[in-house]
């Protein structure tokens, strides 16, 4: 009688080990972003401040805002998981690579984001909780899906990135002054032209995914001449601390001259639309901001 064999065959499954899953959690907080986010929110504490620094309440004021702000990021690759499975500058993130699962993803931002406003209601201040809060809604529940529904959706989303400075601004004054809203018009009028330029260069990628931003939609001389508008009214309002008496004179001078190589850019763009110009307007702008917030922190009043 013919005997048979059993042979059992184990499959394996790799599981991420600690580290590389720590990568991913830390990936989906969007590093890059996120760092911009502090950077910026410190400058803006330390622009308002007005007696000796607390660097205890600074660092904890950061602690707070990275918290949020991470939360809210990796938030908004759970909400995108599936538009970012399908563009290939965004495949590779944690959700759609698989190396964190969309529940996952969900929980650790809620909790994360949610501890970072509670942090900063209870450790800093309410008013800089509610202006962080602020950010994260209007950038996950208003910029976020109107992107595929409105080029208008470029003018929303200036908004979080407008409220950089008021989250630092409010977490060192406990109030909301004129020289904070200055700070927040000049990062609604950078924004615009940025979430422009990024359009631009990857249209493809959004096209696919029916984004509707305005670069999509539009000649490309619609978004352009966008881009030249803003960057008109970036220059003078860019020197408005000065009269507020938050800088000395090399500042606006700086500010100045800054804007100028920014405008020379972007209409040598609106003029000669190739992929070279429009890195060169991205670089421009990525460097503008710091650079700008740099100089105004530097150049204080003693």
Not at 146 to 170: C, D, E, H, N, Q
Not at 225 to 243: A, E, K, T, Y
Request: proline share 6%.
């Amino acid at each position: 009688m013919p005997t048979f064999m059993m042979t059992h065959t184990h499959s394996t499954v790799d599981v991420p080990g600690f580290s590389e899953k720590l990568r991913a959690y830390v990936a989906l907080t969007k590093p890059r972003a996120l760092a911009m986010i502090v950077f910026t929110s410190a400058l803006s504490y330390l622009i308002a401040a007005t007696r000796a620094i607390d660097l205890g309440h600074l660092a904890a004021t950061c602690f707070g805002i990275l918290l949020a702000g991470g939360g809210s990021l990796a938030l908004n690759q759970y909400m995108e998981r599936r538009l970012d499975s399908q563009m290939a500058r965004t495949r590779d993130r944690p959700i759609p690579a698989g190396k964190v699962s969309a529940t996952e993803a969900a929980v650790f931002s809620w909790v994360t984001m949610l501890t970072g406003y509670a942090f900063l209601w209870f450790f800093i201040n309410p008013l800089a909780s509610m202006a962080t809060m602020a950010c994260g809604v209007s950038y996950n529940f208003m910029y976020t899906p109107m992107k595929r529904y409105s080029s208008f959706s470029s003018w929303v989303g200036a908004i979080p990135g407008g409220m950089l400075p008021i989250m630092g601004w409010t977490a060192v004054r406990n109030e909301l002054e004129l020289g904070a809203w200055v700070l927040f018009s000049i990062l609604v009028l950078w924004q615009i032209p940025h979430a422009l330029i990024i359009s631009i260069r990857h249209q493809k990628d959004y096209a696919a995914v029916g984004m509707k931003q305005l670069p999509l939609i539009a000649p490309y001389l619609t978004s352009a001449r966008q881009m030249v508008i803003n960057v008109l009214i970036l220059v003078p309002i860019s020197v408005m601390p000065f009269f507020l008496n938050m800088t000395e004179l090399t500042y606006p001078l700086g500010a100045l001259i800054l804007g100028f190589v920014l405008y020379v850019l972007v209409v040598r763009y609106a003029f000669q639309p190739n992929d070279h110009h429009a890195k060169w307007v991205f670089i421009a702008l990525n460097a503008y901001l710091p650079l700008l917030f740099l100089l105004m922190y530097f150049d204080r009043p003693a």
